[in-house]
């Protein structure tokens, strides 16, 4: 099974991209905007549902968190800005032997897709941050799938799609650090959904959403997809 794999679709911030928690301190500045006091109830009561959901399209978990849609939309714009100024600031880095790992599995043959939770603006920021703009066929945000992202299959089927790189769903992989990577390649009925430890969740947890591997981190990926892993 593992050896048919055609098509990988691998998530980006956790999984191949290391930000060091830059995720919580842009959810600090876009929270502030809206007037959430820093070591409130309420601030430490929305912080816990956004490590929760962590994978998930950013302006989904806004609007769960603020209601309405204009005050959902400005805390989206405020944290894409903030996260954006992190990431110009070199905050980021490639989770080690991310690269290497994405140029194993292209250089065999399989198409390789970077999925994110993310806007464009700040997924092609990242992408510029590390010099990645040429490194896959394609690079996909929810806006691309029609605006649903994780938990949603729609990036993992909008991957298969346009690259027209699998003959079938089976011949998908789906790598991530989240629960919610995980039920996106499962939803999708990819052959092969593995999580990975360097970012949000762990090993029970992505086990508990439809994991079939847990790797310690990407670069165990092109031996895993060669059948020299587990």
Same mark, same amino acid.
């Given at each position: 099974?593992?050896?048919?794999?055609?098509?990988?679709?691998?998530?980006?911030?956790?999984?191949?991209?290391?930000?060091?928690?830059?995720?919580?301190?842009? $959810?600090?500045?876009?929270?502030?905007?809206?007037?959430?006091?820093?070591?409130?109830?309420?601030?430490?009561?929305?912080?816990?549902?956004?490590?929760?959901?962590?994978?998930?399209?950013?302006?989904?978990?806004?609007?769960?968190?603020?209601?309405?849609?204009?005050?959902?939309?400005?805390?989206?714009?405020? $944290?894409?800005?903030?996260?954006?100024e992190l990431v110009d600031g070199g905050?980021?880095?490639?989770?080690?032997?991310?690269?290497?790992?994405?140029?194993?599995?292209?250089?065999?043959?399989?198409?390789?897709?970077?999925?994110?939770? $993310?806007?464009?603006?700040?997924?092609?920021?990242?992408?510029?941050?590390?010099?990645?703009?040429?490194l896959v066929a394609l690079t996909l945000?929810?806006?691309?799938?029609?605006?649903?992202?994780?938990?949603?299959?729609?990036?993992?089927?909008?991957?298969?799609?346009?690259?027209?790189?699998?003959?079938?769903?089976?011949?998908?992989?789906?790598?991530?650090?989240?629960?919610?990577?995980?039920?996106?390649?499962?939803?999708?009925?990819?052959?092969?959904?593995?999580?990975?430890?360097?970012?949000?969740?762990?090993?029970?947890?992505?086990?508990?959403?439809?994991?079939?591997?847990?790797?310690?981190?990407?670069?165990?990926?092109?031996?895993?997809?060669?059948?020299?892993?587990?």
């Amino acid at each position: 099974m593992t050896t048919d794999t055609r098509l990988v679709v691998l998530d980006m911030a956790g999984t191949t991209v290391a930000d060091g928690g830059l995720v919580e301190r842009a $959810f600090a500045a876009a929270a502030g905007e809206l007037g959430v006091e820093p070591g409130s109830a309420d601030h430490t009561e929305k912080l816990d549902y956004v490590r929760a959901t962590m994978g998930e399209s950013k302006i989904s978990v806004f609007r769960h968190l603020f209601g309405e849609e204009p005050l959902a939309q400005r805390a989206n714009s405020a $944290f894409e800005k903030a996260y954006g100024e992190l990431v110009d600031g070199g905050h980021i880095a490639p989770v080690a032997g991310a690269r290497e790992a994405i140029e194993a599995l292209t250089g065999s043959g399989r198409t390789v897709v970077l999925s994110t939770g $993310f806007a464009r603006v700040t997924q092609d920021a990242i992408l510029d941050a590390l010099g990645w703009r040429d490194l896959v066929a394609l690079t996909l945000c929810p806006a691309d799938a029609g605006g649903r992202g994780r938990p949603y299959p729609d990036m993992v089927l909008e991957a298969f799609l346009r690259t027209g790189a699998a003959d079938g769903v089976q011949q998908i992989a789906v790598v991530g650090d989240t629960s919610y990577d995980m039920l996106s390649g499962v939803r999708a009925g990819a052959g092969l959904v593995a999580g990975v430890l360097t970012g949000a969740h762990d090993e029970p947890a992505l086990r508990a959403a439809g994991a079939g591997h847990v790797l310690a981190s990407v670069a165990g990926l092109p031996a895993l997809l060669d059948g020299a892993g587990a």
